[in-house]
């Protein structure tokens, strides 16, 4: 009974992490409509400057606020000067140079900082509170928390600010979005520079847990993927549920079946929903008229 | 539309996970002069297991050093070093140059089990034999001599180690579903077995995971003293450690030569310092002939962590390689000495030296039958149970 | 005529740099009054509204608004000084709700929707503030072209370009539509109607310009548009061209 509810806690707690390496995939997809693969590395790169900051003396706070500050500077850049420019080619080659720009990202970071793991700075390994048990520390709560905060905070923006209602006309269609001058580039920037800050955000939340690595926040970005499409890709809230719900059933996997079974029972769910659900569990079906 | 979305999205994940095997190689070449013996290995020099290459640059150092000292008989080694980073698919490719282009006579310390798995065979029927810097038993062959102990043997070790010194009899094993986890978690349930005792948990892990709660929950549940999870490289190691004193679950830890390094010590923050044992064939820097094993990386490869178990084998296991080729050159009357000479010494070929006891490759070519256990100290690793057979 | 709010000037522009649709329009329009432009399929209609709108750039010409060149400005800055466009076939955002539509509009402006912004486009069409929260893909085509219009208004331009925003409308629809526009209209906003229903066309428009071929082949009054040579150059039956 322990095990159990053990594993039901902690499978929420990791979840809540999984739903926000959604989110920040979430907002480029509401804006662009594709998904970028180059959020990891961009969190990589904020991690790794903050890790130098904080070797060198800084406290937590300042480190965690210059990986956020340079990850959001990263993310717009890409968005900037890479991804959003070639979209004028459609979607494919924009999606495309997410993966071309990940892969030279962290080939970078292999030639500068290596591959080794290191141990990052977490907010307090300190207990916090107990539930039925199982003790959380300070980090546990501030993640939850935080991914709370940040999912709340982006299905109010998506649904009553004027900026997130405009991301998502442009998104929904592109030629009446230029007639009626709402900039598109502009909000697609926006929406690049938000995601870099997210990634950052996820990323000091995952490299005290997974250790910063080059691929650490990437091998996360999985799970988040799988949360989105699961949840369904415009749904804020869904993604909320669908990462919890992985979170959960990986965890119960890994204890009482198989822990080689955990990626298999993920990406099957991800195509059960697929097939059943196109739009994910939350995801509105689109609406077409002729 | 969001259909045909997904679509794409999935392909791209595909297409991303084959271009980041995508790469160039590099490679590096030392030595000169006219009557070379040339040997090669390859090994992660970049990409995401770059950190795994400390091992090839100690090998390197120790063939330097015997260079710089004149060479075996006159011979300077030339010793080829391939870029494989790591990545099975690439390991035939460097390794077929070495055979068929650098005209190599033996590889000399290549890493990895997986990498090494894919060239075993082709190495075999081109008979050049290869002294391996990996752990798997099933590496060891007609043509492939292994150093490291088998980890059956240091599973074995480990739990002998808690029963027998700690006098500790709960006992819990964590294992990956692999031939290396396997065969550590046998070695152990054997050894109890034998003192009539049992683990109270045999607690399988995934290698590729990267939530390890599940499996803390576990071995807390298991109310186990010492966990032993001797197969795990120091990354996995250091995440089931996280997990599991996250949760306030806080034992002593039983670990190999695989995970005797600075990344475990990062990665756990030093949580771990005086509650870990590592099993090991290897020396360590503090001992007597550490000194000057320490002395000679200084100079050669100044930039690599003394420590870490991987730098000793590959050390080791260069020393071995200038024994071995001395060994050759003698037998092949002062000139150089081809494979099958070679070849013909490995098969012959025992060691129980400063660096390195109970090999016997007349008998098997496994790898060395004795070891010692260490035990994390104030960063340090030290001498806990001296050198012994495996039981 | 100095109080003219739009002119166009001897404009020539196309869809490609190098192959014009429109040729040497010639165009004028005062605040409050709405002009017509009629033409068969592919005359160059929707070309013109685009370009005004600013999608396409003029090659030749000049457009100026208020007596100010425009012709080098971007859609959006259009939009901004006073230009709104509703589009051909409506192109609404069919997954917002009809409130979103309008909010993103106004952004468009750089202003929010006031409550007062949307109590008046919706006293125009009340059927829009009681849908106001449904998706504006299951509106009918009918609601929609309500909706277009309504953003064009939450814009609060100068002057507005319809194209063709009777296309599919019913009879009862289109008179209503007239009606609407019409206050629109006499509240001092100046309409450029490209359409190929007369009945719209003489209810709202003072003149009507025929297009033929990217030129304008004649400039008449609405209710010129009924008689037989006016009707033989809409149909391109033109004495001339119809030698056989
Ligand atoms: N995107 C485009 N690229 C190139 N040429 C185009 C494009 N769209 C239309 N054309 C051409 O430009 C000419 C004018 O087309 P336009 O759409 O402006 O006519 P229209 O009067 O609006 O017709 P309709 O009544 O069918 O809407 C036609 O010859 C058409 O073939
Ligand atoms: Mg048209």
């Known amino acids: 009974m322990e095990l159990l509810q053990t594993s039901l806690i902690l499978g929420v707690v990791v979840g809540i992490v999984y739903s926000l390496s959604g989110a920040g995939l979430v907002v480029i997809f509401r804006t662009s409509g594709y998904i970028s693969f180059t959020q990891g590395d961009i969190a990589a790169v904020g991690l790794f400057v903050g890790l130098a900051a904080y070797n060198s003396g800084a406290g937590y706070v300042w480190t965690a606020l210059l990986v956020i500050a340079v990850s959001t500077l990263v993310g717009g850049l890409v968005g900037a000067l890479i991804t959003v420019p070639l979209e004028k080619h459609g979607h494919l080659p924009a999606a495309l140079s997410t993966i071309a720009t990940a892969l030279i990202i962290s080939g970078l970071l292999n030639l500068t900082v290596g591959g080794d793991p290191r141990s990052f700075p977490e907010v307090s390994r300190s207990e916090a509170l107990s539930i039925l048990g199982v003790q959380m520390s300070w980090s546990d709560v501030a993640g939850v928390l935080v991914s709370a905060s940040v999912f709340i905070g982006l299905g109010v923006f998506f649904s009553r600010s004027r900026m997130g209602v405009a991301m998502r006309a442009v998104n929904d269609n592109k030629l009446a979005g230029e007639l009626l001058g709402v900039p598109d580039r502009r909000l697609k920037l926006v929406s690049w520079t938000v995601a870099g800050a997210l990634s950052g955000l996820l990323g000091l939340f995952v490299a005290p847990i997974l250790s910063l690595s080059t691929v650490s926040v990437n091998t996360l970005l999985v799970f988040g993927f799988c949360a989105i499409v699961i949840g369904g890709f415009d749904s804020i809230f869904g993604a909320l549920v669908a990462g919890t719900a992985i979170g959960v059933m990986t965890n119960l996997t890994s204890t009482y079946l198989d822990p080689n079974l955990v990626p298999t029972v993920l990406w099957a769910s991800m195509l059960l929903v697929l097939l059943v659900r196109p739009n994910g569990l939350f995801g509105r079906r689109k609406l077409v008229r002729v | 539309m969001s259909k045909k979305l997904v679509g794409l999205t999935v392909a791209l994940t595909t297409l991303s996970t084959a271009l980041a095997g995508c790469g160039g190689g590099g490679d590096s070449a030392s030595g000169a002069g006219g009557d070379e013996i040339v040997i090669g290995a390859f090994s992660p020099l970049s990409g995401p297991a770059v950190s795994a290459s400390s091992g090839i640059y100690a090998t390197k150092a120790a063939l330097d050093k015997v260079n710089d000292a004149g060479g075996i008989d006159g011979h300077k080694i030339k010793f080829i070093i391939k870029d494989d980073q790591f990545d099975p698919a690439k390991t035939p490719g460097v390794t077929r140059e070495l055979v068929e282009t650098d005209r190599v006579s033996m590889l000399c310390g290549p890493q990895g089990s997986v990498p090494f798995g894919a060239v075993k065979d082709y190495l075999a029927a081109r008979k050049i034999p290869t002294i391996v810097n990996a752990g798997a038993p099933t590496l060891a062959g007609e043509y492939s001599y292994l150093v490291s102990s088998p980890f059956d043997g240091v599973g074995a070790m480990l739990a002998q180690f808690a029963v027998e010194d700690l006098d500790i009899d709960k006992v819990a094993i964590a294992y990956s579903d692999d031939a290396l986890g396997t065969s550590a978690r046998d070695g152990a349930v054997r050894i109890l077995e034998a003192d009539g005792l049992e683990p109270l948990g045999e607690i399988k892990y995934d290698i590729t995971a990267t939530d390890f709660s599940s499996q803390a929950i576990q071995l807390k549940a298991t109310g186990a003293d010492f966990v032993s999870i001797p197969a795990a490289q120091a990354n996995v190691a250091g995440l089931v450690i996280n997990a599991a004193e996250k949760i306030g679950y806080k034992p002593i830890w039983g670990l190999s030569y695989a995970a005797q390094n600075k990344t475990l010590v990062d990665v756990t923050k030093g949580a771990i310092d005086g509650r870990a044992y590592f099993a090991t064939p290897y020396i360590t820097e503090e001992s007597e002939t550490g000194a000057e094993y320490a002395a000679t990386l200084a100079e050669y490869a100044p930039d690599v962590e003394v420590n870490s178990g991987a730098t000793i084998a590959g050390y080791t296991i260069g020393e071995l390689c200038v024994d071995v080729l001395t060994k050759a050159v003698e037998a092949a009357d002062g000139e150089v000495p081809t494979s099958a000479q070679i070849q013909e010494t490995l098969s012959s070929y025992t060691a129980d030296n400063d660096y390195i006891q109970g090999i016997d490759w007349s008998d098997e070519p496994d790898g060395a039958a004795a070891a010692q256990i260490l035990q994390l100290k104030d960063g340090k690793y030290v001498e806990s149970k001296p050198f012994a057979p495996l039981p | ?244």
Request: proline share 5%; with cysteine.
């Open chain 3, 1 to 244: 005529m100095t109080d003219d709010i739009l002119t166009l000037e001897s404009l020539t522009a196309g869809y490609l740099a190098d192959v014009p649709v429109l040729e040497g329009v010639d165009l004028a329009i005062a605040p409050g009054q709405a002009i017509g432009i009629i033409g068969r399929n592919g005359a160059g209609k929707s070309c013109l509204a685009m370009t005004i709108a600013g999608a396409l750039a003029p090659q030749h010409g000049a457009i100026r608004l208020a007596g100010e060149d425009i012709s080098a400005t971007s859609a959006r800055a259009r939009v901004r000084s006073g230009i709104a466009l509703v589009p051909e076939g409506r192109q609404v955002f069919a997954q917002l709700s009809v409130r979103e539509n309008l909010v993103a509009a106004a952004y468009g402006v750089g202003r929010r929707l006031t409550g007062s912004a949307f109590g008046q486009v919706t006293e125009f069409f009340p059927i829009l503030k009681k849908k106001e929260s449904h998706l504006a893909a299951s509106l009918s085509g009918g609601e929609q072209q309500m909706l277009a219009i309504a953003r064009a208004l939450v814009q609060s331009p100068q002057v507005i370009v319809c194209d063709e925003p009777s296309l599919g409308l019913a009879p009862v629809a289109i008179d209503s539509l007239a009606q609407t526009l019409a206050t629109i209209r006499d509240s001092g906003v100046a309409f450029i109607l490209m359409e190929q229903n007369r009945g719209l066309l003489e209810d709202l428009c003072s003149s009507v310009n025929l297009l033929d071929a990217g030129r304008i082949k004649m400039t008449v009054s609405p209710e010129e548009l009924s008689r037989p040579e006016v009707m033989a150059a809409y149909l391109g039956h033109a004495p001339t061209a119809d030698a056989l």
